[in-house]
Nanobody, 118 residues
Framework: QVQLVESGGGLVQPGGSLRLSCAAS????????MAWYRQTPGKQRELVAR???????NYADSVNGRFTISRDNAKNTVYLQMNSLKPEDTAVYYC????????????WGQGTQVTVSS
């Protein structure tokens, strides 16, 4: 059974940095892409960043230039380096991945809280 396990959230002051990690496991044959989404109460979940298996990336305009997504294919792990954090980055961050086992499907992590506050 596929699992995505996130880590690295927490409380940080404005202007600070955090690094999120998400490790996928469970009968994985291949991963087409891995991504980070975020959600705040009363709002839809929004894409923050995505990285394809070949390494191409895309970012939300609101984080472009501040966040960097990277991936370790050997470890089936994706990272999100978040710099120059702002209070509006406060959200629950979710890992998402398109994974093939005996079939192809999309999976979600349990979410990790990021709070940016002084």
């Amino acid at each position: 059974q596929v699992q995505l396990v996130e880590s690295g959230g927490g409380l940080v002051q404005p202007g600070g940095s955090l690094r999120l990690s998400c490790a996928a496991s469970g009968g994985i044959r291949s991963i087409a892409f891995m991504a980070w989404y975020r959600q705040t109460p009363g709002k839809q979940r929004e894409l923050v960043a995505r990285i394809m298996s070949g390494g191409s990336t895309n970012y939300a305009d609101s984080v472009n230039g501040r966040f960097t997504i990277s991936r370790d294919n050997a470890k089936n792990t994706v990272y999100l380096q978040m710099n120059s954090l702002k209070p509006e980055d406060t959200a629950v961050y979710y890992c998402n991945a398109d994974i093939s086992t005996n079939y192809r499907d999309q999976y979600w992590g349990q979410g990790t809280q990021v709070t940016v506050s002084s």
